[in-house]
């Protein structure tokens, strides 16, 4: 009864491109309560392009600055990593002692002078350099420093994903409780949580932040969902109930996921959970019918009401229902 019914589920789930990778995910997206979203790559398009750069001394020139930005992300998997290496037209420079600090930033030698790149958090954890750190008010800002000297700001947009929002108020409508849980300054959060209706907003958050506030809503009993894209992400997509990784994230949220969003389009979260309540009802049907049938067959049959034959055909009977119920699956239009 109940693989025929998960059969007939997955095949629905490849169709909008979610993979389930563990036994439990199909039930525990059924019972969810409370869905939490990174920012970057999920509910963005993670997309992340260089708007601008602004230069806080005359020392460097902006392909300079943006040369030695670029060599210090070179080996970050990271969105904004991306888009600062895409911008960057000039050959890479060698880095010594390269180091990642996850949710913060990067550090590393260059031509004997030791550079940092991040958010303001850990600028100022390193440099006693002074900077405007109100210069963007919906945009995200990377800094560049030495110990002494901040030199430039990388001002960075992304897009929010068309069905973000519909996905978001399909959720509310099934009374799920929605977060946005990112490592982005206070106010870009706000403004994509404003703009999507979601419920929590929390920013400025390190990966393992997101982990406490994901075990501390599992206390309160919540059966949480989380969906995420990147490195910084594979804390919490462990320690969530259920975690979806977007199909275009790094290789480490992938392998951490309970389900991967092949398709990236983050509606189908809402078709899998759909999907995911049918499947739980056509299991406990099947299983009605097969308990049914089998406390009225079996003793009929022990006590020589059922010939032989008769029973044979009943037990394929029972079987080829159980299925044609599962097949019904089949039917969920999107």
Not at 157 to 165: G, H
Not at 202 to 208: D, F
Not at 236 to 259: E, N, P, W, Y
Not at 286 to 304: D, H, R
Request: one cysteine or more; hydrophobic letters at 45%; a neutral charge.
């Amino acid at each position: 009864a109940p693989p025929a019914a998960i059969t007939a589920a997955s095949g629905q789930l490849a169709k909008i491109g979610l993979l389930p990778k563990r036994a439990h995910a199909l039930e525990t997206l059924a019972h969810a309560t409370d869905f939490v979203f990174d920012k970057t790559g999920t509910l963005t398009e993670g997309k992340i392009i260089l708007k601008k750069t602004i230069l806080t001394t005359d020392r460097f020139n902006e392909e300079q600055a943006l040369t030695i930005a670029a060599s210090l992300e070179a080996g970050s998997e990271h969105p904004i990593a991306k888009a600062i290496l895409d911008a960057n037209q000039q050959t890479l420079s060698a880095v010594e002692n390269l180091s990642h600090t996850t949710g913060l930033g990067i550090q590393g030698v260059i031509n004997e002078t030791e550079w940092f790149i991040g958010n303001k958090e850990f600028i100022q954890r390193h440099s006693t350099s002074t900077f405007d750190s109100d210069i963007a008010n919906t945009a995200s800002e990377i800094y560049l420093a030495t110990k002494e000297q901040c030199y430039a700001i990388f001002i960075l947009s992304d897009n929010i994903r068309k069905e973000a929002k519909s996905l978001i108020e399909q959720l509310h409508r099934q009374h799920k409780t929605t977060h946005l849980m990112s490592g982005d300054r206070l106010e870009n959060a706000k403004n994509i949580s404003a703009q999507l209706g979601i419920q929590n907003c929390q920013a400025g958050l390190k990966p393992e932040d997101k982990l406490k506030r994901v075990n501390t809503l599992q206390q309160q009993g919540a059966i949480v969902v989380m969906t995420g894209d990147g490195v910084n992400d594979a804390p919490v997509l462990a320690g969530a109930d259920l975690s979806i990784a977007m199909g275009k994230g790094t290789q480490l949220a992938a392998a951490t996921a309970d389900m991967i969003l092949i398709s990236n389009n983050i509606e189908h979260i809402y078709h899998g959970y759909l999907i995911a309540i049918k499947t739980l009802r056509i299991i406990k049907q099947n299983l009605s019918w097969a308990l049914l049938y089998n406390v009225i067959a079996i003793p009929a049959a022990a006590m020589g009401y059922v010939e032989p034959w008769v029973a044979a055909i009943g037990m394929s009977a029972s079987s080829l229902v159980v299925v044609l119920n599962a097949l019904r699956l089949n039917r969920i239009k999107y």
